[in-house]
Structure formats: C-alpha cells, structure tokens
C-alpha cells in the first residue's frame, strides 16, 4: 500500500527553538496534505491543508506565524513549530491524499516535547 | 456544523467475539468515509475507505457500511483476536469541506485472551 513516511518521529528540544517536521509520500504524488495535532487520548485536530505550490489554509484558532507549513514539491510537506514553547508539545501527524484515488494515507506522527 | 460521533468510546471483550463498532454525522453529504486504525503513540492505519456511491467494503475480518440517509457507518470486525486491540477511528469527508477529514473521538477496544 502507498507510505507517508514523516520525519523525526520523535524530537524534545528547548523552549525557544525552532522544529522542523517532514512528511514524505513515498509512491504516490500528493497534491493535498493535511497536518494534525493530537493530544493524549484524544482525536486528531486539524491544524492546515497543505497545497503543492501555494499557501497552506489554515484552521480557525491555528497560528499560521507559529506553524510554518511548506508544500515544497507533490512528495514533502514540511511542518516548522517556531519559537516553540511547552505547550505545543503533542504528537503531530501529517496526511498525504493520493492523487489517484483520494484515499488519505497518515505518516507514524511525531512526538514534540518542549522542556 | 459537520460533526462525527463514534459510539461506544471503550469497549472490551473476549478474544473470538463479533463486534460492531458504530460511527455517525451530521451531514448526509459525504463524500466518502474512512476508518481507521491507532496503536498507542503510532499514526493512523487505513482499514476501509467507503465511497459515497458504495453501502460496504470488506477486507479480511473487517467489514464496514455506509448508510447515508441515516447517517450511520458501521465497522464490523468477526473473531476479534487480542491483536485487534487498538483505537478505531471514523472519519468523513463532506462536499463542500475542502476535501478534509472531520474525525470521531474513536472506539478504544481491548480484546482479552
């Protein structure tokens, strides 16, 4: 089946510094990708769509300054946390739509810890 | 407001047991459905992705329908085995929401030996 691989899967740093997230389809071209923020024993939230090429559209309370998203190619998304402080840490998954069929495939996530 | 309600939150049974694990919205305009499966601290794994054109899709064990008119999906799982034990998730996809999934809280089952 089509892979979403992301990149790391898991990261702590300082407070103040800035994460990057990669998510990689790596069969497919993904013209949309989404990026989610997911607290312990709760569901995805949807944070932003991610379109090859242009700005990424944002959901309603989600920082775009906070939340760099960059849709670089139809295989990489990329997530950058900036200036990131204890309470963004989470677990990020990304998701890449095949072009094809329009089946969403999700990448293992990434777990963000910020002492 | 589109909205997906996954019942029952937790569920624990005996290995061998038939299961049946319920997901409904708001919204009759689907575009399609999907359900997937969550290990602890892993991503998603998609198990049956349900067109809107389409009442069920079947793989192994696992078999889900999709009932628009009362907005109800069904993940159907036979001989559930210990392996099983994991969270589902349901998700939809609506006309006119920009091609992004709205997900339920999920199903949290655990199948004892």
């Known amino acids: 089946g089509a892979v979403v691989s992301q990149h790391p899967s898991w990261v702590i740093c300082k407070s103040g510094t800035s994460v990057k997230i990669e998510c990689r389809s790596l069969d497919f071209q993904a013209t949309t990708m989404f990026w989610y923020r997911q607290f312990p024993k709760q569901s995805l939230m949807l944070m932003a769509t991610s379109n090859e090429g242009s700005k990424a559209t944002y959901e309603q309370g989600v920082e775009k300054d906070k939340f760099l998203i960059n849709h670089a190619s139809l295989t990489l998304s990329t997530l950058t946390v900036t200036s990131a402080h204890p309470e963004d840490s989470s677990f990020y998954i990304c998701s890449a739509r095949h072009g094809v069929t329009g089946e969403l495939f999700f990448g293992e996530g990434s777990r963000l810890t910020v002492l | 407001k589109q909205e997906v309600t996954q019942i029952p939150a937790a569920l624990s049974v005996p290995e061998g047991e038939n299961l049946v694990l319920n997901c409904s919205f708001t919204d009759s305009a689907i575009y399609n459905l999907q359900w997937f499966r969550q290990d602890p601290g892993k991503g998603l794994t998609s198990l049956l992705l349900i067109q809107s054109s389409q009442r069920e899709q079947t793989s192994g064990r696992l078999n889900a329908s999709l009932d628009k008119s009362s907005g109800r999906s069904t993940l159907y799982i036979a001989a559930s085995q210990p392996g099983d034990s994991a969270t589902y998730l349901c998700?939809?996809?609506?006309?006119?929401?920009?091609?992004?999934?709205?997900f339920g809280a999920g199903t949290r089952l655990a199948v004892h030996p």
């Open positions: 998700a939809g996809c609506f006309s006119g929401g920009y091609n992004k999934l709205i």
